[in-house]
């Protein structure tokens, strides 16, 4: 018997695939199970299923409270400096990994705009889009609130997102601070991150990038594009497990002109001094507020390696052959079925995902858990198709998007 087109072209797109060998590095890749949700909960490394009691038995168990001095003080700074070589494009001493992405975001969001609104009391608005991620969202709201500012939202497409001139009529001598996502959670639409940044900045705001959706799948250019601050989740493409910390990052020229809301000794100058007064510490310190979650920390280590040895680049280059495919095998498989593509066609314009969108997409959802195909669903009827590039093969790709067929027609019974 032939082989069906699909498998084959999936077998010779991995067979020519260069980064097909890090598959195996994750735990459950030899199963039949297709993941479709790395960009919400990576998969984790094998090698996190020995790091992590060995740093109970020795570290933890072995060094005890010694092991604050020893190593994990400084591990906050290390990790962020490697997100920063091999990530996101920021030299070292501007990245640190702390609270989670939305308290890092209100800690960074708010600094902005108390700095901007201080140095000019005109700018009084945070603009952000309305189809941001809620947390994003619902901190801008609360910070205007909170600060007597005002919130400027950008209407767009939910199927792209942000533009140039939908974010150039938003700004002026009123903003204080830009909120954008590089990725957009629900579209997958990539921003022109450096072109948004220039018209801020043109406009006299500063700006603050939500990664979440984009660290570890796209490249990312920080400090060449200009960017001000920047927050970024590390358990969706950097593998760092269920509530791993997010990272941080605040471009040197800004550091210490900016103060942030939760003070914390951590975040003191001198903090073992516990002195009667707050003083914020130099560089990124400043911007720690408690005790860091070491043991949150350790498992991203493990994908950082291999990001470091992939190479974002080549990284890219398979997440758009990973997301090209799945966007063909949809219009040839799933569009006779009514399913229409809710990201952007333009490979330039989209990052790790691609949104499926029909109207019963969530009980598709619930169908496809069932049976081991797991993607995620985001109303109104998209059906997401993760794709992280280190653990996902083309055959699985082929996989999924035939169950999704099968489920569609189920449900809808054709
Ligand atoms: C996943 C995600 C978050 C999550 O924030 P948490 O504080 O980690 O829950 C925030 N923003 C975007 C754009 C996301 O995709």
């Given at each position: 018997?032939?082989?069906?087109?699909?498998?084959?072209?999936?077998q010779?797109?991995?067979?020519?695939?260069?980064?097909h060998?890090f598959?195996?590095?994750f735990?459950?890749?030899?199963?039949?199970?297709?993941?479709?949700?790395?960009?919400?909960?990576?998969?984790?490394?094998?090698?996190t299923?020995?790091?992590?009691?060995?740093?109970?038995?020795?570290?933890?168990?072995?060094?005890?409270?010694?092991?604050?001095?020893?190593?994990?003080?400084?591990?906050?700074?290390?990790?962020?400096?490697?997100?920063?070589?091999?990530?996101?494009?920021?030299?070292?001493?501007?990245?640190?990994?702390?609270?989670?992405?939305?308290?890092?975001?209100?800690?960074l969001?708010?600094?902005?705009f108390?700095?901007?609104?201080?140095?000019?009391?005109?700018?009084?608005?945070?603009?952000?889009?309305?189809?941001?991620?809620?947390?994003?969202?619902?901190?801008?709201?609360?910070?205007?609130?909170?600060?007597?500012?005002?919130?400027?939202?950008?209407?767009?497409d939910?199927?792209?997102?942000?533009?140039?001139?939908?974010?150039?009529a938003?700004?002026?001598?009123?903003?204080a601070?830009v909120?954008?996502?590089?990725?957009?959670?629900?579209?997958?639409?990539?921003?022109?991150?450096?072109?948004?940044?220039r018209?801020?900045?043109?406009?006299?705001?500063?700006?603050?990038?939500?990664?979440?959706?984009s660290?570890?799948?796209?490249?990312?250019?920080?400090?060449?594009?200009?960017?001000?601050?920047?927050?970024?989740?590390?358990?969706?493409?950097?593998n760092?497990?269920?509530?791993?910390?997010?990272?941080?990052?605040?471009?040197?020229?800004?550091?210490a002109?900016?103060?942030?809301?939760?003070?914390?000794?951590?975040?003191?100058?001198?903090?073992?001094?516990?002195?009667?007064?707050?003083?914020?510490?130099?560089?990124?310190?400043?911007?720690?507020?408690?005790?860091?979650?070491?043991?949150?920390?350790?498992?991203?280590?493990?994908?950082?390696?291999?990001?470091?040895?992939?190479?974002?680049?080549?990284i890219?280059?398979?997440?758009?052959a990973?997301?090209?495919?799945?966007v063909?095998l949809?219009?040839?498989?799933?569009?006779?079925?009514?399913?229409?593509?809710?990201?952007?066609?333009?490979?330039?314009?989209?990052?790790?995902?691609?949104?499926?969108?029909?109207?019963?997409?969530?009980?598709?959802?619930?169908?496809?858990?069932?049976?081991?195909?797991?993607?995620?669903?985001?109303?109104?009827?998209?059906?997401?198709?993760g794709?992280?590039?280190?653990?996902?093969?083309?055959?699985?790709?082929?996989?999924?998007?035939?169950?999704?067929?099968?489920?569609?027609?189920?449900?809808?019974?054709?």
């Amino acid at each position: 018997m032939t082989p069906d087109p699909w498998d084959a072209e999936a077998q010779r797109l991995d067979a020519a695939d260069p980064l097909h060998g890090f598959r195996d590095r994750f735990v459950g890749s030899e199963t039949p199970l297709v993941y479709f949700d790395g960009n919400s909960l990576g998969r984790p490394p094998k090698a996190t299923v020995d790091r992590l009691p060995a740093f109970v038995a020795e570290q933890w168990g072995g060094r005890l409270i010694r092991g604050w001095d020893e190593s994990w003080m400084s591990l906050p700074f290390e990790i962020g400096d490697e997100i920063g070589r091999s990530v996101i494009g920021a030299a070292p001493g501007q990245t640190v990994v702390g609270d989670s992405t939305t308290v890092l975001l209100y800690k960074l969001l708010r600094a902005a705009f108390d700095a901007r609104h201080a140095e000019d009391p005109a700018r009084v608005e945070i603009v952000v889009d309305r189809d941001n991620f809620p947390t994003d969202r619902y901190l801008v709201e609360g910070i205007a609130a909170e600060r007597g500012g005002r919130v400027r939202w950008i209407d767009v497409d939910l199927s792209a997102g942000v533009t140039a001139d939908g974010l150039a009529a938003a700004v002026g001598p009123e903003t204080a601070v830009v909120l954008l996502s590089q990725v957009a959670y629900r579209s997958g639409f990539l921003a022109d991150t450096a072109t948004l940044t220039r018209i801020a900045h043109d406009a006299g705001a500063l700006t603050v990038w939500d990664l979440c959706h984009s660290a570890g799948s796209v490249p990312v250019a920080l400090d060449e594009w200009g960017v001000d601050l920047a927050v970024g989740c590390t358990y969706k493409y950097l593998n760092g497990g269920p509530g791993s910390p997010a990272f941080a990052y605040v471009a040197g020229r800004l550091q210490a002109s900016l103060a942030q809301p939760i003070q914390g000794w951590m975040g003191a100058a001198d903090v073992f001094s516990m002195g009667p007064v707050y003083a914020p510490a130099d560089g990124m310190r400043r911007f720690l507020s408690g005790t860091p979650p070491i043991i949150g920390m350790l498992a991203m280590q493990d994908t950082l390696a291999m990001i470091a040895d992939a190479g974002i680049e080549a990284i890219r280059a398979k997440s758009t052959a990973l997301t090209e495919f799945a966007v063909r095998l949809s219009d040839e498989l799933l569009a006779p079925l009514g399913v229409a593509v809710a990201s952007p066609r333009d490979p330039a314009f989209r990052g790790g995902h691609v949104t499926l969108s029909h109207p019963s997409m969530r009980e598709v959802t619930a169908r496809l858990w069932e049976h081991d195909v797991i993607p995620d669903y985001r109303d109104p009827g998209g059906l997401r198709i993760g794709l992280s590039p280190l653990s996902t093969s083309f055959a699985e790709v082929v996989d999924g998007m035939r169950a999704v067929e099968r489920a569609v027609r189920g449900l809808s019974g054709t």
